[in-house]
């Protein structure tokens, strides 16, 4: 069975654009867009001949430039995490580290309820 080949540069050239504002609505950047609409062509390109069906493969490269930007977003998100000064809030307010990171998480629960988004 000869499989027939995915043409990627034309892919590139038809839906780059497309992709790259996709991306750039998940991330709100263009330089994290257009790196992640990158790595998912160059990921395609690798792997084309692996695709089953070239007609799908816009919507391979669209799924994983999606994959792309959860993966930029969970990044993002754990070190937003990490970032908390929790010692230098302590060390202001006077208390210990264990009774910051309580308070905080105590208020942010509270301003949850507030707003309905209760998990």
């Given at each position: 069975m000869i499989r027939e080949r995915v043409d990627v540069a034309a892919l590139f050239a038809d839906h780059h654009l497309g992709l790259v504002r996709l991306a750039l609505l998940m991330v709100g950047d263009v330089g994290t867009a257009e790196d992640v609409v990158q790595e998912a062509f160059a990921r395609t390109h690798a792997g084309r001949r692996r695709l089953r069906d070239p007609g799908r493969a816009l919507a391979y490269v669209r799924s994983a430039v999606l994959n792309g930007c959860r993966s930029?977003?969970?990044r993002r998100s754990v070190a937003f995490r990490r970032a908390v000064p929790?010692?230098?809030?302590?060390?202001?307010?006077?208390?210990?580290?264990s009774t910051a990171r309580s308070t905080i998480t105590r208020g942010l629960a509270a301003l949850a309820r507030t707003?309905?988004?209760e998990s």
């Amino acid at each position: 069975m000869i499989r027939e080949r995915v043409d990627v540069a034309a892919l590139f050239a038809d839906h780059h654009l497309g992709l790259v504002r996709l991306a750039l609505l998940m991330v709100g950047d263009v330089g994290t867009a257009e790196d992640v609409v990158q790595e998912a062509f160059a990921r395609t390109h690798a792997g084309r001949r692996r695709l089953r069906d070239p007609g799908r493969a816009l919507a391979y490269v669209r799924s994983a430039v999606l994959n792309g930007c959860r993966s930029v977003l969970r990044r993002r998100s754990v070190a937003f995490r990490r970032a908390v000064p929790y010692e230098e809030i302590a060390d202001t307010m006077g208390v210990a580290g264990s009774t910051a990171r309580s308070t905080i998480t105590r208020g942010l629960a509270a301003l949850a309820r507030t707003l309905g988004e209760e998990s």
